[in-house]
């Protein structure tokens, strides 16, 4: 039998997990710059996770999923940025990262978000609708890796900026600042 899996909105309660989650998903990765826990806590330091995901699975946290605004050069409103999205090691590749995906962009366009961009494996995003995108570029970022959602059929041009905390390289000052939970959590079997 499958556990399974609920997906929910981060709580005070989650940090210490969604720290231990990130760090142990992306210790292995030689593209990251191990950063990504600092990101974490500079988003929320700063009031900026949007969408903030957990993943339990026999009431543990086993996964997150993080959204937040970014700014386009062309002055298009209400993109955001998918990331990080972690899983534990040995609850990867069992369609726990693509549920948290699905959630979050679900809940993105509930708050009538007009899309979504990341830094990512080239293949692995596709499969959500994610494309590399002419004329909309990160900067410093190879275009094979950076992609762009569309929900209302409008890409925008130029360049994407993401929000200041992923520059984050060490540990944040202690602040949370949740969002008020919606009442819009699922349960999926994994």
């Not at 937040?68 to 062309?74: K, R």
């Not at 069992?94 to 979050?104: C, D, P, Q, R, V």
């Amino acid at each position: 039998m499958k556990p399974r899996m609920f997906i929910r909105n981060e709580t005070p309660d989650d940090i210490d997990a969604i720290t231990e989650v990130t760090i142990a998903a992306f210790k292995t990765l030689p593209i990251s710059q191990h950063t990504e826990q600092f990101i974490i806590e500079a988003l929320r330091a700063a009031k900026a996770l949007t969408v903030s995901l957990v993943v339990e699975v026999d009431n543990r946290v086993i996964g997150h999923i993080a959204f937040s605004p970014v700014t386009l050069s062309d002055g298009t409103p209400n993109w955001y940025g998918l990331g990080p999205v972690s899983v534990l090691p040995e609850y990867q590749r069992k369609g726990i990262g693509k549920a948290l995906i699905e959630e979050g962009l679900s809940r993105l366009k509930d708050l009538k978000a007009q899309g979504c961009c990341l830094v990512g494996h080239p293949e692995y995003y596709k499969q959500f609708g994610f494309e590399n995108v002419s004329g909309l570029v990160h900067e410093g970022v190879p275009p094979e890796v950076f992609f762009a959602l569309s929900f209302d059929g409008h890409i925008p041009q130029g360049d994407v900026n993401f929000h200041e905390a992923f520059k984050a390289d060490g540990p944040q000052p202690s602040a949370y600042h949740a969002r008020p939970a919606r009442n819009h959590e699922v349960t999926r079997s994994v």
